[in-house]
Structures are given as C-alpha cells and as structure tokens.
C-alpha cells in the first residue's frame, strides 16, 4: 500500500527532448544516409574501377541528406524545447543551462565534443572527396552522359586524353574554380530541365588563357624549328589508290634567351602580339587585325570585303591571339568521314584490297541519320548490298575484309558523328590547318591590306615547305620546293583554296 501511493507522489521523469516525431524523422534520416555513405564508400575504395554514379551519391548526394537529417533532427529538439517552455515555463527553461558540476551534463558536453570533432573530421575528408570526383573525368565526362557523350568520346581519342578536363577547363587557383562551379551550377539546372541546346556550343568566350592551361606543358621556348609531317590520303577508285604528301611545318617560334625563328608561332606572344576582331560567335569571319611588333610599332589590316566600317570595328571588342585560335580543337576533335576512313586505310583496319572502299565508306558516313543504331544498320545493310550487287562472284572472297570494314566503318561513326545531339565535324569549325575550315585562311587570305598597301600574305611556302608527293609506288613531284599538284586537274590553281572544294558548303564530307 504505501509503495503504491510512494510510486505515485513520486515525480515523473521528463522525457528527453529528441523524443518527437520531427527529431526521431532527422534521426532516421541521418542514419540511413550514413549508412549509404558507409557503403558506397568501401564498395569506391574496395571496387576498383570509379563509377561516376556511385561516387556522386556517396561523397555529394547522401551527405546532403544526412546534413539535412541532423538539421531536422537538432531542430525538432529547439521545436520541443520551445514548445515545453510555452506550456509550462516553470518547467524547463527557454534556453539550456551549462552546468559543468552536473555529471550528466558533462558526460552530454563530452558526447556533443566528441561526435561534433568525427563529424567535422569525416566532413571534411567528404568535402575533400567531393571536390576531387567533381575535378575528375568520370564526372566531367559520364555523369550527364547523353549530353556529354560527344565531349567525352571525342577527348578519349584525342592526344589529350590523359590530361585531366580540369586541366584546361579551370586550371590553378581558386577564382577559376569558383567561376567553373558557379557555370557548372547553371549547366546542371540546363541538364535537368533540358534547357541545353544541341550541339553544346564550344565556350571560347569564357575560356582561360591560353597562357594560363596550354603554356604550363607547351611553354614558348619549345616552339621551335619545323616539324615533318606525313599526310596520307587515298583515292575514290577502285584500287582505293594511296596519295602521300611529305611537307615540313615551318612551327618557329623561340624565346628571348634561345633566339627568335621564323614560322607559325611567330604569331603567338613571344616577340609580336596579334589582335583582332571577330564578327562572328565561332571567330571565323575576321575583318579586322591589328600586328604589333618587338619595338612598339603598329600596323592595322582591313578586309577589303568586310561588311563592317572601320567606325562599327573600332567599338567591336578586340582578342589578343593566343593558342585556341588556331589550335581551337585541340582535345574534343571531330574527324571528318574522309579523313577518319583515311586513318583506318592507313592503319590497314580496313583493307585496301576492298575494291572502292575508301569511295563508299565516305559516302555513307556523310549521310544523315536520326540515331547512332540506325546508322550502324544502315552502314552494314548498304556496305553488304553494294558488294554482293556489284561483286557477287568475289563476294565469299571478300567477305571476311568486308565484315572487317563494316565494324570500322561502324566505329568510326560512333566516336565521331552524334546524331542525337546533332554534333559532328561539321558544327565545330577546326582552325588548324584551312583543309575543311577557313582556318589559316582567315586572315591570309590575301584580303587584309593596311592603309599604306600592305597585305597579309597568303604564300602556300609560308607556313609549310612540301618535299615530295607520291600517287600509289610513283612520285609524282619528287624536287623539294615545288608548288602542291593536285591529284584532279583543275587547271590553274593559283586563285583556288582548299576549301573551295572540301568545305562543309562544298561537298559536305
């Protein structure tokens, strides 16, 4: 009897404040997403192979929700101290009170030190994990994957394909940094409301530098000299007939300490600074140039054709040249269809002996197509139509090349050509060189004069010397020096310019 009535004076025992359902919600929040970001983490650290999706929950998604949790949790107990104190103040204060004579609350005071040092310690190892998947190629390249994918295939068949995207993209320091993840935000929002255009637009008004990226591997003094290159192409006859041109490329360049040399560098910062206007987004129409060189003096160049008066140029904003304006493609390259089936000859992943096959492997990878699929089914139904039609009786001779080319022609097509974002060669201008694009010729082009007569010159010998061409096992102009001869006679070619007939406008391949 007295036990009872002892049981029930005695006081109640108040219940702890993250016992409401907003606090035990956070609660159940934070601990699952801990215990996500466990797992993802060791299945990252223990599996290898980085896999874009798993890192972008475990060190960015599942962390803002476990932060998310705790903030429920916490302020559910702020929710309840509140709503206690305005129900009965004399029972719990507004505020908390920091005895530290109180056992309980020291042991309180130590758990919250404790758990507050591994919070901020595994913060600080996630952030440090976040930032360095967010800089890394997988995220860059394979998280948006549909529409990157042009991007990202295109950079893993470039020359910079071990070059990190960041590399070029945001370079040191932190302002760089800041500004790519606040364009990288914007990018995000775009992705998920399919806000982006197609094909993504090349940003060359927001780039860095060149000076900044390029220069920390490819520094001035080793622009220097001339360069053989080697270009190989391959007739639309039968015999898929091989044409070779050897040249030197006049690179030049130089430094103050090596000396100066003459050549296409000669163009860059080194001892002559180069400035000019452009007309258009993609810097291909240029009316206006401006050489300044070593001792100060100025020289201003005029197209004679341009649309602009020198009044509407003067208010243009005016670039310093530096690398990307001639290198402007320099990791995500789109290999035109004559040149990609040019390549596979050479690297006899398609073999000669197919009679035509250079011939019909351009064709039908310049055509228009919806899907990547449907283009492969395309290319293995009409490149298996034509030979059985026109070689039915070398056509079990032929098969095994032609299965061969057909698989080359398919992969060609699927790291070069993306119809679903409608990119390829033909979107993204390539300034190095003026084969399919303006290019060198957009100044050279023997129409920008000065005011005292003089012209941007346009000389072939310039920029590159040719040393022989063969056509098949015959040289064709085997003395140094020589003008260029075209394997199509096409008379006098004094006033003709490789883009005449290899331009996007001319024949489109």
């Known amino acids: 009897m007295s036990t009872t ?15 409401n359902i907003i606090s035990l919600a956070g609660a159940a929040i934070a601990i699952a997403s801990f215990v996500g970001i466990l797992f993802l983490f060791l299945a990252d650290t223990l599996g290898g192979k980085s896999k874009p999706y798993l890192g972008i929950f475990a ?17 559910g107990m702020v929710w309840e101290r509140w709503n206690r104190h305005r129900n009965k103040p004399s029972d719990i204060a507004l505020y908390p009170r920091l005895d530290l004579n109180s056992p309980r609350q020291r042991r309180l005071v130590s758990i919250f030190i404790v758990f507050t040092f591994v919070f901020l310690f595994m913060s600080s190892v996630g952030s440090y994990r976040a930032y360095e998947y967010s800089d890394s190629t997988a995220f860059c390249g394979t998280l948006c994957h549909q529409v990157m994918n042009p991007e990202y295939v295109a950079y893993q068949n470039s020359p910079h394909a071990r070059v990190g995207c960041v590399e070029c993209h945001v370079g040191p320091g932190a302002t760089w940094y800041v500004r790519s993840k606040l364009s990288g935000a914007y990018q995000v929002y775009s992705v998920l409301f399919h806000k982006f255009p197609r094909p993504i637009h090349t940003p060359v008004h927001s780039l860095r530098p060149a000076q900044e990226t390029c220069e920390q591997c490819h520094w001035p003094e080793k622009f220097f000299g001339a360069q053989m290159k080697v270009f190989n192409h391959f007739g639309e006859d039968e015999n898929n007939t091989p044409r070779q041109i050897r040249m030197l490329i006049n690179t030049g360049g130089g430094s103050e300490r090596s000396g100066f040399v003459t050549g296409i560098h000669w163009h860059m910062n080194i001892a002559n600074e180069i400035t000019y206007v452009a007309s258009d987004e993609q810097r291909q129409v240029i009316p206006w140039v401006q050489f300044k060189n070593k001792a100060g003096q100025v020289t201003e160049f005029y197209a004679k054709d341009a649309a602009l008066t020198p009044e509407q140029i003067a208010q243009m ?13 320099p990791t995500h390259i789109y290999v035109p269809p004559a040149r990609s089936v040019d390549d596979a000859l050479v690297a006899n992943k398609i073999d000669r002996a197919l009679p035509f096959i250079r011939q019909q492997a351009v064709q039908i990878l310049s055509k228009t197509y919806n899907t990547t699929d449907e283009a492969k089914r395309a290319i293995a139904t009409e490149l298996e139509n034509y030979y059985r039609t026109n070689y039915a009786a070398r056509y079990a001779e032929l098969e095994p090349a032609l299965k061969a080319a057909i698989s080359e022609t398919q992969r060609i097509f699927a790291t070069t050509i993306f119809p679903e974002m409608k990119v390829d060669w033909r979107t993204h201008p390539d300034n190095l060189s003026h084969y399919y694009f303006q290019g060198c010729f957009r100044c050279h082009d023997g129409q920008h004069e000065s005011k005292d007569g003089k012209l941007v010159r346009n000389d072939c010998n310039t920029c590159h010397t040719i040393l022989d061409q063969t056509e098949g096992t015959q040289p064709v102009m085997p003395v140094q020096g020589k003008a260029f001869k075209h394997p199509v006679d096409l008379g006098d070619m004094k006033g003709m310019k490789c883009i005449d007939c290899h331009s996007v406008t001319a024949n489109g391949k």
Not at 62 to 68: K, T
Not at 318 to 323: G, H, V, Y
């Open 5 to 19: 009535a002892n049981d029930a004076t005695a006081p109640r025992k108040t219940a702890r404040l993250y016992r």
């Open 59 to 75: 060190y960015v998604v599942f962390p803002a929700i476990m932060i998310f949790g705790l903030l429920i949790f916490f302020g």
């Open 317 to 329: 904003p005016k670039r310093r040249m530096d690398c990307v304006d001639c290198h402007n493609r």
